[in-house]
């Protein structure tokens, strides 16, 4: 499967129909067929978005998948790449320079990678960037600090669509990332047995949750090391307490894919 295939763009709250028309036929460009849409704030089929949509107006007539939040529309993504025209160092680290994505995605591979874009206003929340692994902040030589948000997705999509990737059937490569609603639901319950511990004596679990997501995005964990991780504390709960805590668990994190969903008992 080409990188193109594996792609999916991820519009949050976009709110200017003549953008997402732009974007449309940008993935028309770029050959990107997988676009999604989080909560948007403009009429999604009307005359403005399909006359700049072009050739591919067909994508906003047929009807754009809608998703009420950004972790409903990334949970089948192994790497999701966030945007941001802003200096958000301070909360996530410096930013992934766009020529370093390839060498992002050969070091942790995965089926399906999300490149998430926010709204033309005030871009992606910082709940919304936690979400992603990594997040790309585009230079701008000029004084003016970010682009227009089809002038950013026709750079990044013109990048991504032109990389030249080594071979992913090559054996020295690392397995796929598991998809991002295991991640989830290893962090819920992750998160839920340090409470069953009292872990948060000091802190708050809300205060130190942005800190280990923070940790875990840097990892590349695969659908193995999932299952690993789940049997692992499973096993702790169900020696201290004689069940799996089962409990643990949100409701976010109580529908995984149908594909598949890690074990929870005793290892």
């Known amino acids: ?66 998703f009420a939040d950004l972790p409903a529309a990334i949970a089948d993504c192994g790497l999701v790449i966030g945007t ?12 992934l320079p766009l020529t370093q994505v ?4 050969a070091r942790r591979p995965a089926g399906r990678i999300a490149i998430v874009l926010g709204n033309e206003a005030d871009g992606l929340s910082t709940a919304e960037l936690r979400c992603c692994q990594a997040f790309i902040q585009l230079a701008t030589p000029g004084h003016y600090p970010s682009y227009n948000l089809a002038a950013a997705a026709a750079i990044i999509l013109h990048h991504l669509a032109t990389l030249d990737l080594p071979d992913e059937t090559d054996a020295t490569a690392p397995d796929e990332a598991a998809p991002r609603v295991h991640i989830d639901r290893l962090v819920d319950y992750w998160l839920g047995t ?10 708050s679990r809300a205060r130190w949750e942005p800190h280990f997501v923070d940790m875990i995005n840097r990892w590349h964990l695969t659908r193995h090391d999932i299952d690993v991780l789940f049997g692992m504390l499973a096993q702790l709960n169900y020696h201290c307490y004689g069940d799996r805590g089962d409990h643990l668990e949100t409701a ?16």
């Open 252 to 267: 976010r994190s109580r529908n995984p894919d149908p594909d598949r969903s890690p074990p929870l008992g005793p290892a």
């Open 84 to 95: 941001s025209g802003r200096n958000r160092e301070e909360d996530f680290g410096a930013p």
């Open 1 to 66: 499967m080409t990188l193109r295939e594996r792609l999916c763009l991820i519009l949050v709250r976009t709110q200017g129909p003549v953008n997402l028309g732009m974007i449309c036929r940008l993935c028309g460009n770029t050959g990107i067929t997988d676009l999604r849409l989080v909560a948007p704030q403009c009429p999604v089929n009307c005359a403005e978005s399909r006359m700049f949509a072009n050739h591919e107006r067909q994508r906003v007539v047929d009807g754009l998948p809608v």
């Open 194 to 203: 340090m409470e069953r511990f009292r872990y948060f004596r000091r802190t």
């Open 102 to 105: 390839g060498q992002l995605i």
